[in-house]
């Protein structure tokens, strides 16, 4: 029944998000509120699904905060990028080419460093177990989030 009632809450989430995407490609203000809400509604999402005790969750909440700051710098880095391709996409070169796939894959490197980063302390207040637990759950999260963009970036020519 948790799971169930987890995988609602990531269901509401994304349709949440999704709205928010259109609007935010407009201006740094509309991308940082987009930001702010996916955070905290994720924020919620994961704490539901961590199924930590109250001990657990004093510790968990400081470390996750300081996470999804740092998080917040690299999806501002995504929409940064998926602006450059949208800029260059009618007029794409090789070495705009080049440029575009150098950040995105400096990103996905420092995204992936991120969770290292912070599944490491989270392996010293918390059990294993619910640190394998946080990376599955930023895993879904993060890819169900990043599904409405994906679909709607047209392929390079």
């Not at 996409?89 to 460093?113: H, I, P, V, Y």
């Not at 912070?118 to 619910?130: E, G, H, I, M, N």
């Not at 409405?148 to 392929?155: K, T, Y």
Request: charged letters at 25%.
């Amino acid at each position: 029944m948790k799971n169930l009632k987890t995988a609602f809450v990531a269901t509401a989430l994304f349709a949440i998000a999704t709205p928010f995407a259109a609007q935010a490609q407009s201006t740094y203000d509309d991308t940082q509120q987009l930001i702010a809400q996916i955070q905290a509604d994720k924020r919620a999402v994961v704490l539901e699904a961590m199924a930590l005790d109250d001990a657990q969750v004093k510790a968990f909440t400081p470390i996750y905060d300081a996470y999804q700051a740092e998080r917040k710098v690299l999806m501002q880095r995504g929409t940064d990028l998926i602006n450059a391709y949208a800029s260059n996409f009618g007029s794409m070169t090789d070495d705009a080419a080049k440029g575009l796939l150098k950040d995105w894959f400096k990103l996905k490197n420092d995204e992936l460093a991120l969770v290292q980063k912070y599944a490491r302390k989270f392996d010293k207040v918390l059990p294993t177990t619910k640190v394998l637990r946080f990376v599955q759950i930023e895993n879904k999260l993060n890819t169900l989030l990043s599904l409405p963009g994906i679909a709607n970036i047209p392929l390079a020519k």
